[in-house]
């Protein structure tokens, strides 16, 4: 969707990602999704009388991590308080990074040649949830509210883009290329449906060459497809409010996904003061170069640099690949591709078997050696599997662990003699003279009748091409 | 043989170990003097003598097995600020009715650890915000000092009121106490006890309920220099659940009190001269300087600009932190709750009715001062003076070892004098501030009396981690004082 001529929208992103740490960011808690409501608590993460926060040494490697792939400046930082209320909020103020935060400046360069630069990347803690009953599902009107403080304290980075990003579609790829190098730093599982990833946009208009115009807020946005239809939405509320002779509002907005649109939360004369002050309980953070060093050895390659080393060895991959090429790198898949390249599997079956046989089992990964998807794709490739039965080897692996060949023959996937197959071409052949003369005469699709006959009589162990060949020597 | 309650703890821990006496005889003659007198002093909120008994039960079999610790059987009093596993602690406030934490501080643990004994929680201003201990929710603590020939009550000092009466009145051998502007301090100076507050972050605040995070400092009050070191080195320790605390190891402080000053230095601050300071007060102070000579020190005037702004810093600081520490008393999960019909009305309604006047008013200030538009004018001023004061002290501790003043501008007071007038109150802070800004120690020792016979206490300031040499310090003022 675009804007009338003459507009252009301008967004900045806020992304809070949940850090992947064993406990939370100020005490020994598990950092788990989905435990029994209150379970992960303890007297630090409820805000009990006198419980104190001890920072976690590895949430701030991650933040470091998060900051060195972005190319931001780690600096010595302090922890400041915001202090609102907020009933999931145990203390009534959230311990988070203000005016010295860990990662100052950077840029994210997307796929498509655009640059984005970062503001900051700082560390925060996490509030718990809040469900509300009755009313609007929203706290005020609600009959009742149930508080689960799992989640308070688990660590979070928000990573602040400046206002770089022009279209909806590049807020898109933006987030998901941000999503990427927050799985490669190991930093995040980058799960936007359990909530690991959430984004807020800043969404402003203008007239092309005009200054920046008034922006909104629009929180909490949970998956790559509400970011671009809220983006959408806001610039063309505003470009309409404009045109209408009215003036755009400084406010923050609900974006409600059933009705696709946006509404105010709050406008900025009632925004909280939050009063940010040094955070007493905590000391000043500040990580040594040997230790800055140590997490910049430990990173793997970001998306772009195995972006660019995969497409290269598959020479020009066609647009359909690269979609499944992404899935490759988003799910770190490149040493299967590469293996099969590497051992003469074509690339569009390399690539293919991994973001969708694969993909589809990520768990069972552990099954499933490098060794083991190049000889399953090896024999697909010689015509020894069909393309049916090679999936079903991979899925069974994947389940329960196993070789590929004796897989294959434990099911019954073995190669039809070439001889054998012929008998079989011939008996059809036979059986169905009508068809065979159509086919003769030159109507190809008819060939997948053949197949279709084939495979039923076979169970399937027939290769399509080698029946077509059959086809073809009789014509 | 002298009341077991007269002991000092030196003395008791020597008793014990002669086994002139058990832990639960000690125990039992300590909650005995509860029983009588407490009603009248209200220093108390929550005797524990079932506890009490156990421990030194305890105690005893660890006496008897040759396993005694260093505290092993003193009976001690615990200031409510301290979170005591299964015992009720509120910080003397409406607003945490009835909760009892599910954990220890690092304090009393060390202190159970050193084979203490608890015989309950003691009296406080609620959440320390006070100096006459008439704040508490549970009632103000009576001094068991009289002027003479009047029978009119009289303060304890606060906030750690209840500490410094029930010493002051042999209801303990020693309390626990807390000091974010003087409380430890000026409560021992108008009791008679000796009180320091030791260096920031040398014993944790793990479980202590906050009220101002960057002054709050835990230590002990007792009745002799001796029995303060004792308990002050079982107090202290490096704590990982603390960041802010010291991470060095505790220094044998019970073995540093006879080491004297001869070759010290000790500074005079001009500015501890204000006015409307007791005639009474400064004639000590003078004499205390003589006795200090007397004994080997080498006097010297210092300076300590900048002195006057600190009283209005330090109520700037505290109540900002304040106002943010005392924001999860909201009624959601733990206290008290009183109801609303929706979640503003239920914070309001709670906060209304489980703080007290002087708590909403450091609450009121602190949110003030931290407000955008007054954020610069107020908090940032504040933090600017507490870096000159840091840098008055750092600049003095060149000239002198260790400085001596007087703790408080006047003696105990009558209850209702000062309550009126917010700031008449929070002047009886001006000398003890300073070091809490400066996160620096001081100790504050009984030296003789005034004209009324109350007691007055002068103070030794030291530069961080000084407290073995303000306790030998302390100690000849003691002797001199005639308590040899």
């Known amino acids: 969707m675009s804007l009338p001529d003459g507009w252009e929208m301008v967004v900045g992103l806020e992304v809070h990602t949940e850090l992947k740490t064993n406990t939370k960011m100020f005490c020994g808690c598990a950092n788990t999704f989905g435990a029994a409501p209150n379970t992960n608590v303890c007297p630090i993460c409820l805000g009990l009388p ?125 987030a998901a290329e941000l999503r990427g ?45 509400s970011l671009v239809r809220a983006i959408d939405f806001e610039a063309a509320r505003q470009v309409e409010l404009i045109e209408g002779g009215a003036t755009v509002r400084q406010e923050t907005r609900h974006w409600d996904e059933n009705l696709g649109s946006t509404s105010t939360m709050r406008v900025k004369e009632e925004a909280d003061d939050y009063r940010y002050f040094r955070e007493p309980d905590l000391v000043e953070l500040v990580p040594d170069q040997a230790w800055q060093d140590r997490v910049r050895d430990g990173l793997q390659p970001m998306p772009a640099e195995r972006r660019t080393v995969l497409t290269r060895r598959l020479g020009e991959p066609a647009p359909a690949l690269l979609d499944a090429l992404e899935v490759v790198i988003d799910l770190g898949l490149d040493s299967y591709v590469i293996a099969a390249l590497d051992a003469g599997v074509a690339p569009d079956l390399a690539v293919a078997r991994a973001a969708n046989e694969i993909a589809s089992d990520l768990e069972g990964l552990v099954n499933l050696g490098v060794d083991s998807y190049v000889a399953t794709l090896l024999m697909e490739q010689r015509g020894e599997l069909s393309a049916t039965q090679s999936k079903t080897v991979l899925a069974e692996i994947l389940a329960n662990g196993g070789e590929p060949a004796s897989v294959a023959a434990s099911k019954g996937f073995e190669r039809l003699a070439s001889g054998a197959l012929g008998e079989v071409v011939a008996q059809l052949i036979d059986e169905h003279p009508d068809v065979w003369s159509r086919y003769r005469s030159g109507d190809e699709k008819l060939a997948q009748f053949f197949i279709g006959q084939v495979m039923k009589l076979t169970n399937g162990q027939a290769n399509g091409k080698e029946v077509i060949a059959e086809l073809q020597a009789r014509r | 043989m002298t009341e077991l309650t007269d002991l000092s703890i030196a003395e008791a821990r020597e008793g014990l170990k002669r086994k002139d006496f058990s832990a639960t005889e000690l125990a039992r003659a300590h909650l005995a003097a509860i029983e009588v007198a407490n009603s009248a002093l209200n220093a108390y909120v929550l005797p524990t003598p079932e506890r009490a008994l156990a421990m030194a039960k305890a105690s005893d079999a660890r006496i008897m097995t040759g396993e005694a610790g260093p505290l092993e059987g003193i009976p001690l009093g615990i200031k409510d600020l301290f979170a005591t596993k299964g015992v009720r602690t509120t910080a003397c406030s409406h607003i945490l009715h009835g909760f009892t934490p599910p954990y220890e501080s690092t304090v009393t643990a060390n202190l159970w650890a050193a084979g203490a004994v608890m015989l309950g929680k003691l009296n406080n201003d609620e959440f320390a915000m006070g100096s006459s201990n008439e704040t508490s929710f549970y009632g103000p603590v009576v001094n068991p000092w009289r002027r003479k020939g009047s029978s009119a009550q009289l303060v304890p000092g606060g906030s750690s009121g209840g500490s410094s009466a029930a010493v002051a009145a042999r209801l303990c051998m020693g309390a626990t106490a807390t000091d974010t502007g003087g ?49 002050l080195g079982a107090m202290a320790s490096h704590d990982p659940k603390d960041t802010t605390s010291v991470d060095a190891p505790v220094p044998d402080y019970a073995a540093a009190v006879d080491k004297g000053v001869k070759g010290l230095t000790v500074g005079i601050p001009a500015e501890y001269r204000v006015a409307g300071m007791a005639p009474e007060i400064e004639a000590l102070w003078q004499q205390g300087v003589a ?124 209850f209702g004098s000062k309550t009126a007038d917010p700031m008449a109150m929070y002047l009886s802070d001006v000398f003890t501030i300073p070091s809490n800004l400066s996160g620096e120690p001081a100790i504050s020792v009984p030296f003789g009396t005034g004209e009324a016979g109350l007691p007055i206490g002068v103070q030794l300031l030291g530069p961080g981690r000084s407290e073995a040499q303000l306790f030998a310090g302390a100690r000849v003022l003691e002797i001199a004082d005639g308590r040899p």
């Open chain 2, 291 to 414: 006795w200090l000579k007397a004994a080997g020190a080498k006097i010297k005037e210092v300076n300590l600009p900048h002195t006057k702004y600190a009283l209005p810093a330090y109520y700037i600081v505290a109540p900002a932190e304040a106002s943010s520490n005392l924001a999860r008393y909201d009624g959601v999960r733990y206290g008290l709750r009183e109801k609303g019909h929706d979640v503003t009305s239920m914070y309001e309604n709670t906060r209304r009715e489980g703080f007290g006047q002087e708590v909403k008013r450091r609450i009121l200030i602190g949110t003030y001062v931290l407000s955008a538009g007054y954020y610069d004018a107020y908090y940032g001023q504040a933090l600017k003076v507490r870096t000159l004061t840091i840098d008055a002290f750092r600049r003095a501790y060149r000239e002198a070892d260790l400085l001596l003043g007087a703790t408080t501008p006047s003696v105990a007071f009558e």
């Open chain 1, 181 to 225: 190098i927050l799985i490669a730093t190991g930093a995040s599982d980058g799960r936007m449906e359990e909530g690991s990833m959430r984004i807020d946009a800043n969404v402003s208009v203008r007239r092309t060459g005009e200054p920046l115009g008034t922006r909104c807020e629009i929180k909490n946005l949970n998956s790559l497809r």
């Open chain 2, 183 to 231: 409380s430890i301090r000026q409560p021992a100076a108008v009791t008679g006890t000796v009180g320091i507050k030791p260096t920031y972050g040398r014993c944790s605040r793990w479980g202590i309920v906050a009220f101002a995070s960057s002054l709050d400092q835990a230590g002990p009050i007792a009745r002799t220099v001796r029995d303060t070191a004792l308990l």
């Open chain 1, 50 to 174: 006198g419980s104190l926060p001890v920072l976690n040494v590895r949430a701030v490697e991650l933040a470091m991590a998060i900051g060195t792939a972005l190319h931001s400046t780690i600096s010595p930082s302090t922890f400041h308080r915001k202090n609102y209320f907020y009933p999931d909020m145990p203390k009534d103020f959230q311990i988070s990074q203000y005016d010295l935060p860990i990662n100052a400046g950077g840029y994210l360069d997307l796929p498509d040649g655009s640059r984005v630069s970062i503001e900051r990347a700082h560390l925060e803690e996490d509030t718990g949830k809040s469900t509300h009953l009755g009313g609007s599902g929203r706290i005020h009107g609600a009959d009742r509210s149930l508080v689960d403080y799992n989640r308070s304290g688990v660590p979070l980075v928000e990573i602040v883009s400046g206002p770089d990003i022009r279209s909806s579609a590049q807020a898109r790829t933006y």
